[in-house]
């Protein structure tokens, strides 16, 4: 009987770790900023709108695999701005006004 001996794959190291949940955060910061982005729209376009930029732009920088949702959140984020804008300069306050 002949015995063999096996050898075990070495214990990960931090920075495979490390890497991992850094692209996983940056793939929830790509999530986070396109609600974020989507809910801007409708409500608190002030605070959502930027809030969605920065988001997307971080997640963007640290290599997400979401880049299309990243990029998506970067655009509704702008868009969340315009409108904003829109109100602004339409009815010079920050409301929207539905049928009135």
Known sequence: MELTTRTTAP????TTTRT???TRDADGMAVAAFVLGL??????????GPTA??????ALRR???RRGRALLALAL????????ATLVTSSGAVIWNIGG
């Open 11 to 14: 214990a990960r190291t931090g």
């Open 20 to 22: 991992r949940t850094g």
């Open 39 to 48: 809910l801007g729209l409708l409500v608190l376009n002030i605070v959502l």
């Open 53 to 58: 930029i920065v988001l997307a732009a971080l």
């Open 63 to 65: 290599g997400t695999a």
């Open 77 to 84: 984020g702008v868009a969340d701005l315009v409108v904003l």
